[in-house]
């Protein structure tokens, strides 16, 4: 167990729709990370936020959004939901946002668009 | 940019035989780190091992061992006497200090391990 709790577990709408996925870090962790993880694009990261400021950016689609709150919980916003968006979501936190620290990663999302 | 290759997509071995998984990267940083996570068939990325730039001594750890070459620009894990348990996707990734990098785990597309009894 990693630590980073992700929830719901799984995910099933339908086009056009939105969604909310969510993120608790690990306890003491500041920094949360976004991946999108799929089959023909594989591992992908979305975006950073250290403390509750957006701290890098990846290739994030500008319907998807995301933000840290002051708990440090993270959510990640998805909208106008299109097939191609049926993937699993990860987070991961570490305890900085140093580059040289480990990303422990949550049970995924997996998000199936119908 | 970064990339990083896993040339082989998929292995299949046999219980206790020995496997090694390659990993090449590219990087125009000098300082970055590089990373190993399994994706067990549960679904869940767990983190195996870090290694920075500038400390190129193999690292052991029971069957995994690891082997970084940065003349070569390459990470190899090699686990020994694999054991069915092993069986897995296994990612190699890079993170470095620059730029619009900085933030990002840059992974490469996966190995596919199966250990068959």
């Known amino acids: 167990d990693s630590g980073v709790t992700q929830t719901p577990k799984h995910l099933i709408t339908a086009t056009g729709q939105r969604v909310t996925l969510r993120c608790s870090p690990r306890?003491?962790?500041?920094?949360v990370y976004w991946y999108q993880q799929s089959l023909d694009q594989g591992l992908q990261f979305l975006i950073q936020?250290?403390?509750?400021?957006?701290?890098a950016k990846g290739n994030i689609l500008e319907r998807f959004s995301a933000q840290q709150f002051p708990d440090l919980h993270s959510e990640l916003n998805l909208s106008s939901l299109e097939l191609g968006d049926s993937a699993l979501y990860f987070c991961?936190?570490?305890?900085?946002?140093?580059?040289?620290?480990?990303?422990?990663f949550g049970d995924g999302t997996r998000l199936s668009i119908l | 940019a970064q990339k990083v290759t896993q040339a082989q997509t998929e292995i299949s071995v046999v219980e206790k035989e020995d496997v090694t998984l390659d990993c090449v990267y590219e990087?125009?940083?000098?300082?970055?780190?590089l990373f190993w996570y399994k994706q067990p068939p549960s679904g869940e990325l767990v983190f195996l091992i870090r290694?920075?730039?500038?400390?190129?001594q193999n690292e052991i750890s029971g069957r995994y061992s690891w082997n970084f070459q940065k003349s070569t620009s390459s990470f190899n894990f090699t686990i020994t006497a694999s054991q069915v348990v092993d069986s897995a996707v296994y990612f190699c990734?890079?993170?470095?200090?620059?730029?619009?990098?900085?933030?990002?785990?840059?992974f490469g597309q996966g190995t596919i391990l199966t250990v068959h009894p």
């Open positions: 990734a890079l993170r470095s200090a620059g730029g619009t990098s900085y933030g990002k785990l840059t």
């Open positions: 290694r920075n730039s500038f400390d190129e």
């Open positions: 990087t125009r940083d000098t300082t970055y780190y």
């Open positions: 936020y250290y403390n509750g400021e957006e701290r």
């Open positions: 306890s003491g962790d500041l920094s």
């Open positions: 991961a936190s570490s305890v900085g946002d140093g580059f040289n620290q480990p990303q422990h």
